[in-house]
T-cell receptor, first 113, second 116 residues
Framework: DQQVKQNSPSLSVQEGRISILNCDYT??????FLWYKKYPAEGPTFLIS?????DKNEDGRFTVFLNKSAKHLSLHIVPSQPGDSAVYFC????????????FGTGTRLQVTL | DAGVIQSPRHEVTEMGQEVTLRCKPI?????LFWYRQTMMRGLELLIY????????DSGMPEDRFSAKMPNASFSTLKIQPSEPRDSAVYFC??????????????FGEGSWLTVV
């Protein structure tokens, strides 16, 4: 049973526009959420995270929004650039423990010229 | 600094053969994770170690899979016998504080396994 779901396997956005990647989770005990970015033939790399005590975290062009009541988070990329084309994985974890990350299935973002 | 190093990068093997994937974590990291990436399930955690001790192996799919960490700088994931459905990318990752609480884990480049 997938506890972290990314229902859109792919997304295509024009350069300069906003990219919005979505993620849903089922376990209300998750209290820390992360986004990882993966280029072909490379391992995933950490992008941005958010704690459940916040509803927004911003880092440059990347902003993550968390809606705890809906068990939903989203990653906004503004403006999108061709170099952002990659697979984005949403992940969730529990704070206070040295525990594992539970990942979604990923969304492939393609930023077109 | 060297990142997480995995070998082999690519492996093609016949069904029934034994496959051994290797990982060298980042020096000083005391958590090591093995993940498997498939289209259907994304990144699944197979097993993780803390200070060379297996902590959670609930993600290991079957008894055909085994993992060891004989010392702080080396781990193996073994599949015996291998089956076509094991074809996937296997990632090793390490961390100095575990994967919870927003602590970043660092991934290797992956081992692409194809079982024919």
């Amino acid at each position: 049973d997938q506890q972290v779901k990314q229902n859109s396997p792919s997304l295509s956005v024009q350069e300069g526009r906003i990219s919005i990647l979505n993620c849903d989770y089922t376990n209300s005990m998750f209290d820390y959420f992360l986004w990882y970015k993966k280029y072909p033939a490379e391992g995933p790399t950490f992008l941005i995270s958010i704690s459940s005590i916040k509803d927004k975290n911003e880092d440059g062009r990347f902003t993550v929004f968390l809606n705890k009541s809906a068990k939903h988070l989203s990653l906004h990329i503004v403006p999108s650039q061709p170099g952002d084309s990659a697979v984005y994985f949403c992940a969730a974890s529990f704070t206070g423990t040295a525990s594992k990350l539970t990942f979604g299935t990923g969304t492939r973002l393609q930023v077109t010229l | 600094d060297a990142g997480v190093i995995q070998s082999p990068r690519h492996e093609v093997t016949e069904m029934g053969q034994e496959v051994t994937l290797r990982c060298k974590p980042i020096s000083g990291h005391d958590y090591l994770f093995w993940y498997r990436q498939t289209m259907m399930r994304g990144l699944e955690l197979l097993i993780y170690f803390n200070n060379n001790v297996p902590i959670d192996d609930s993600g290991m799919p079957e008894d055909r899979f085994s993992a060891k960490m004989p010392n702080a700088s080396f781990s193996t994931l073994k599949i015996q016998p291998s089956e076509p459905r094991d074809s996937a990318v296997y990632f090793c990752a390490s961390s100095s504080t575990g994967g919870g609480g927003g602590n970043t884990i660092y991934f290797g480049e992956g081992s692409w396994l194809t079982v024919v």
